[in-house]
């Protein structure tokens, strides 16, 4: 297991793989390493559901936490290609949160969920001391829906057209602009602070899903774009080429990136779609994204074999991200510098 985010591959397949209880027959998609949801059967629709912390980080300010907080939860059902239809939340809260404060992280998720249309079903709420920002709970996300809406993450297909949205490096941008200002300059600040609202995914998938014949989606969140991109390709056996030149880059990424020295082709990046489309439907599929005002281009394509190659040559999936460590490291620069 890494240090820290995620688990990796060799453990998952070790220690959890085997161990996943019951085998029951109504479960249509179970647990796979680097695929974002499960399915299971529900009569003659289908319960694509997934599972993720309550990730709220208080120097954001409690409305702008809460608001990325719901879209964490929100991203991985979204990509199922299937909407949002409920949630169950446990908030483990630190014992000085104030009322005030959690009225506010509350409000701004009921609001997010009233606006997609997600129903808060079931949860837990406490103080509990030695539970500390920004992990303070999980939640599940659940989408019902028609089996044939459903968007399965192993269903890239030799000749596939390859989109992605917004491009690298995303949520890493948007956090390290806001968490450690006073390492960027002004005009570059501006630009990286804007990324922050980049950070869902749910819009791009709910778009590009409605818009044409979707073969896979996955967001680039730990890993990155590299990493999301190999989580496709290994689910559906497929070799995936892109052109670099042809991924959108948003204002601002290079230079937080290169302040934090971070590659942002690995870094995390919540909120950037990649998807496979069906060759003779992407025009449709990037046609819409554009109509929503969601930057995205066709970058590339799946063919037979294995593994991703960007310009011709191959790209390794990422064992650890970069953001994490560059996290670490400005927060404790800060606590120094206090």
């Known amino acids: 297991m890494s240090d820290l985010g995620k688990v990796d591959r060799a453990f998952f397949d070790e220690h959890i793989y085997p161990n996943l209880g019951a085998d029951r027959e109504d ?10 949801f499960g399915v299971i059967d529900a009569g003659e629709q289908v319960l694509a559901l997934a599972t993720d912390p309550v990730f709220v980080m208080p120097s954001l300010g409690f409305d702008r936490a809460a608001w990325f907080a719901f879209h964490i939860l929100m991203s991985d059902v979204a990509v199922s290609g299937l909407r949002p239809t409920h949630l169950s939340i446990d908030l483990n809260l630190p014992a000085e949160i104030t009322d005030e404060q959690f009225a506010t992280v509350w409000e701004r998720m009921h609001e997010e969920a009233e606006e997609l249309g997600v129903s808060v079903v079931t949860g837990h709420t406490g ?9 303070v709970g999980g939640g599940t996300a659940l989408a019902v829906g028609d089996p044939d809406a459903l968007v399965r993450p192993d269903g890239a297909r030799a000749g596939d057209a390859v989109i992605v949205t917004k491009g690298p490096a995303i949520e890493a941008t948007g956090l390290l602009s806001i968490q450690f200002e006073d390492l960027l300059d002004g005009e570059d600040l501006a630009a990286a602070k804007e990324r922050f609202y980049d950070m869902s995914p749910v819009r791009d998938a709910l778009v590009a899903s409605a818009a044409g014949p979707v073969s896979a989606m996955h967001d680039a969140t730990e890993g990155g774009v590299y990493g999301g991109l190999h989580e496709i390709a290994r689910a559906g056996e497929v070799r995936i080429d892109v052109e670099r030149e042809a991924v959108p880059v948003m204002d601002g990424v290079e ?3 290169a302040a934090f020295d971070i590659d942002p082709w690995i870094s995390i990046s919540e909120g950037t779609l990649l998807l496979t489309v069906e060759s003779d439907g992407a025009e449709a599929v990037l046609s819409a994204l554009e109509s929503e005002d969601i930057p995205a281009a066709v970058v590339g394509e799946a063919s ?5 190659y960007f310009d011709g040559e191959p790209v390794e999936r990422p064992e650890r991200d970069p953001f994490w460590a560059a996290f670490e490291k400005g927060m404790a620069e800060l606590e120094e510098a206090r």
């Open 304 to 308: 037979a074999g294995e593994g991703v």
């Open 127 to 135: 103080r509990y001391a030695g539970c500390n920002y920004p992990m």
């Open 27 to 36: 479960v249509r998609l179970a647990p796979q390493h680097g695929v974002d």
């Open 255 to 257: 230079e937080t990136c």
